[in-house]
């Protein structure tokens, strides 16, 4: 069962009565209360909302419940089709919509008769084979949030006034009644934006710049999203400046003493003043979300400070004699684009060497890599294989203890003459083959049926993203845990090691 963004017919379910209930609905529709339970059958395909005790799709946790449509022609259904309707509230100028389910009025849960789970948005995407769409389970102890449902659309051909069926239909709003319902819906979908990004950064960071963002790592180059220091540090110190001159000038007017500023001051709390209040209405809400973050929200409110600093540039400048003035502009302007240029190589992927890099941490939290630029170890090429393993043809892993499948991409020189072969025995360890179709938990595996004769340091593949990679002069322990092994012994090794294939750092793999 999933959600996803739009209405089509696929979205019909038919409400029926619980499994083994009969309803006479003779008389007309039968309304639904809330307490009741009921059956949504879906209109194409004919099967049942269900859920069991299996764990769904995305999620592992022992709260989350499969949901699924379940049934076929001849099979009247069982209990655990059955889900109770809990009407949570209604509209206040729709009497009844609090006690019987009214499209559009009434707000409800559907709790699982047998769980006790209630059907649940999982806010999680399906990979493509269901077209990343939203995946819906049945959750316990889960927020009313996610597990609030209403009726969209109902029809009951059969159905007249004279039963007491009334239509409903959507209320008009009013232009603020609309304001507030857009805000409030993007607070909560902003509330909702939870997760555990290794660069997610809090608000109370932002403003002095502790760390930025690392988008995309290549060899001699990198982006790093930093921003100008000098500009980031000097607005934010123009922000405080403004502060405090407000609160001095404060204590001196109740003094009596009313400084002038150069006769700046009105202009600068006007304009500067605007702008701080600007800066603070684009940050200090952002301390209230609980979302997931970035430095990158800041933005906006880094643009009000800049201004805040323009502003204050002019109020410490204004009587300086013109020379003076544009002079300072000058170095300013300098100073600011030698530190623009200083980090243009993380901001736009120029490449630049280690000793470089690491000078430009000014700061300790900064954490981008400089073993991306020259010199450092992830900015030249893997280095060259041995001489053994180009020699070496590649071996498809056997699928059948009597044949083998040749792999036809795998080039073939007769001129090469055989290297040295290792066989795959060992009287001191066993290990068994794990079946890549029947050990999902673990991926897929490249499994050997039968002991094999392969070339030293060769690398065994199969159509799927898995090496063995064979290590012919190691000395294995005497047991090994059989957690996830096959305990029937079909091949002896000295020693394998199982790493994903795609993976740049051929250090990065797990030893049996």
Same mark, same amino acid.
């Given at each position: 069962?999933?959600?996803?963004?739009?209405?089509?017919?696929?979205?019909?379910?038919?409400?029926?009565?619980?499994?083994?209930?009969?309803?006479?609905?003779?008389?007309?529709?039968?309304?639904?209360?809330?307490?009741?339970?009921?059956?949504?059958?879906?209109?194409?395909?004919?099967?049942?909302?269900?859920?069991?005790?299996?764990?769904?799709?995305?999620?592992?946790?022992?709260?989350?419940?499969?949901?699924?449509?379940?049934?076929?022609?001849?099979?009247?259904?069982?209990?655990?089709?059955?889900?109770?309707?809990?009407?949570?509230?209604?509209?206040?100028?729709?009497?009844?919509?609090?006690?019987?389910?009214?499209?559009?009025?009434?707000?409800?849960?559907?709790?699982?008769?047998?769980?006790?789970?209630?059907?649940?948005?999982?806010?999680?995407?399906?990979?493509?084979?269901?077209?990343?769409?939203?995946?819906?389970?049945?959750?316990?102890?889960?927020?009313?949030?996610?597990?609030?449902?209403?009726?969209?659309?109902?029809?009951?051909?059969?159905?007249?006034?004279?039963?007491?069926?009334?239509?409903?239909?959507?209320?008009?709003?009013?232009?603020?009644?609309?304001?507030?319902?857009?805000?409030?819906?993007?607070?909560?979908?902003?509330?909702?934006?939870?997760?555990?990004?290794?660069?997610?950064?809090?608000?109370?960071?932002?403003?002095?710049?502790?760390?930025?963002?690392?988008?995309?790592?290549?060899?001699?180059?990198?982006?790093?999203?930093?921003?100008?220091?000098?500009?980031?540090?000097?607005?934010?110190?123009?922000?405080?400046?403004?502060?405090?001159?407000?609160?001095?000038?404060?204590?001196?007017?109740?003094?009596?003493?009313?400084?002038?500023?150069?006769?700046?001051?009105?202009?600068?709390?006007?304009?500067?003043?605007?702008?701080?209040?600007?800066?603070?209405?684009?940050?200090?809400?952002?301390?209230?979300?609980?979302?997931?973050?970035?430095?990158?929200?800041?933005?906006?409110?880094?643009?009000?400070?800049?201004?805040?600093?323009?502003?204050?540039?002019?109020?410490?400048?204004?009587?300086?004699?013109?020379?003076?003035?544009?002079?300072?502009?000058?170095?300013?302007?300098?100073?600011?684009?030698?530190?623009? @240029?200083?980090?243009?190589?993380?901001?736009?992927?120029?490449?630049?060497?280690?000793?470089?890099?690491?000078?430009?941490?000014?700061?300790?939290?900064?954490?981008?890599?400089?073993?991306?630029?020259?010199?450092?170890?992830?900015?030249?090429?893997?280095?060259?294989?041995?001489?053994?393993?180009?020699?070496?043809?590649?071996?498809?892993?056997?699928?059948?203890?009597?044949?083998?499948?040749?792999?036809?991409?795998?080039?073939?020189?007769?001129?090469?003459?055989?290297?040295?072969?290792?066989?795959?025995?060992?009287?001191?360890?066993?290990?068994?083959?794990?079946?890549?179709?029947?050990?999902?938990?673990?991926?897929?595996?490249?499994?050997?049926?039968?002991?094999?004769?392969?070339?030293?340091?060769?690398?065994?593949?199969?159509? @799927?993203?898995?090496?063995?990679?064979?290590?012919?002069?190691?000395?294995?322990?005497?047991?090994?845990?059989?957690?996830?092994?096959?305990?029937?012994?079909?091949? @002896?090794?000295?020693?394998?090691?199982?790493?994903?294939?795609?993976?740049?750092?051929?250090?990065?793999?797990?030893?049996?």
């Amino acid at each position: 069962i999933t959600i996803y963004g739009h209405a089509d017919e696929n979205n019909i379910w038919v409400v029926e009565p619980a499994f083994n209930t009969t309803v006479d609905s003779s008389a007309g529709p039968v309304p639904v209360k809330t307490g009741e339970t009921v059956r949504l059958r879906h209109k194409i395909t004919g099967k049942f909302l269900h859920s069991h005790d299996k764990r769904p799709a995305m999620s592992s946790d022992d709260q989350k419940f499969e949901l699924s449509g379940y049934g076929f022609p001849g099979f009247a259904g069982d209990t655990n089709d059955d889900f109770r309707v809990e009407i949570l509230s209604g509209d206040k100028n729709e009497p009844g919509s609090d006690v019987r389910v009214q499209a559009i009025y009434s707000r409800f849960r559907l709790v699982h008769r047998n769980l006790q789970c209630a059907v649940y948005n999982s806010r999680k995407k399906l990979p493509k084979w269901a077209f990343e769409q939203t995946e819906v389970n049945c959750m316990r102890n889960c927020m009313p949030r996610m597990s609030t449902w209403h009726v969209e659309y109902s029809n009951y051909p059969n159905a007249t006034a004279e039963m007491g069926v009334k239509k409903a239909k959507y209320r008009p709003m009013s232009v603020w009644g609309k304001i507030w319902e857009y805000n409030k819906l993007m607070a909560e979908s902003n509330e909702s934006l939870t997760g555990d990004h290794p660069f997610a950064a809090r608000p109370q960071h932002w403003a002095w710049l502790r760390r930025g963002t690392a988008y995309w790592g290549g060899r001699g180059h990198f982006v790093y999203q930093l921003g100008n220091p000098l500009i980031w540090w000097a607005s934010l110190a123009a922000v405080a400046l403004f502060g405090l001159v407000r609160a001095v000038l404060f204590l001196m007017d109740k003094r009596q003493i009313f400084p002038s500023l150069g006769g700046q001051r009105r202009l600068y709390f006007s304009s500067a003043g605007f702008f701080v209040i600007a800066w603070a209405c684009h940050y200090v809400p952002f301390f209230l979300m609980g979302r997931e973050l970035f430095i990158h929200h800041y933005f906006p409110a880094l643009w009000m400070a800049i201004l805040v600093l323009a502003f204050t540039l002019d109020l410490f400048t204004a009587k300086m004699p013109a020379i003076v003035r544009v002079s300072v502009y000058v170095a300013v302007a300098a100073a600011v684009l030698h530190v623009f @240029n200083t980090f243009s190589y993380i901001t736009y992927s120029r490449t630049w060497t280690k000793d470089a890099c690491q000078k430009t941490k000014w700061l300790k939290t900064w954490d981008f890599d400089c073993e991306h630029a020259i010199g450092g170890v992830r900015a030249t090429d893997p280095p060259p294989p041995s001489s053994a393993t180009e020699a070496a043809k590649p071996i498809d892993a056997v699928e059948d203890d009597d044949a083998a499948e040749e792999d036809d991409d795998a080039p073939v020189d007769d001129a090469v003459p055989e290297p040295e072969q290792v066989a795959l025995t060992s009287p001191s360890s066993v290990i068994g083959s794990v079946d890549a179709e029947e050990s999902s938990s673990v991926g897929n595996i490249a499994d050997i049926d039968s002991p094999v004769s392969i070339p030293a340091n060769a690398v065994i593949e199969k159509s @799927n993203p898995v090496a063995v990679h064979v290590a012919p002069n190691f000395e294995p322990p005497v047991s090994m845990p059989a957690v996830g092994i096959n305990p029937e012994p079909k091949v @002896n090794v000295s020693a394998v090691s199982v790493a994903y294939s795609d993976v740049e750092d051929t250090g990065a793999h797990a030893e049996l």
